[in-house]
């Protein structure tokens, strides 16, 4: 029997937010490597959401060349 908690975890809109996170998350390391100091989570993510989101979703939903 599958759960309440599996069925969030294996639906795309889950799976999308863990992506997106994931990127935050790189981009807040890369950032504060730059800053010499820790950027947080905050400022990183409305610095990513700013300069990086809407490529990066647009990326995502392309179909990738050699598939259907």
Do not use: C
Not at 13 to 30: T, V
């Amino acid at each position: 029997m599958t759960s309440g908690n599996d069925l969030v975890k294996n639906s795309s809109l889950y799976r999308e937010f863990q992506a997106e996170r994931e990127e935050i998350l790189r981009h807040k390391w890369i950032e504060s490597e730059k800053a010499g100091r820790d950027i947080g989570f905050e400022h990183a993510l409305t610095d990513w959401i700013l300069k990086h989101r809407s490529k990066w979703r647009r990326s995502r939903h392309q179909p990738h060349p050699g598939t259907s």
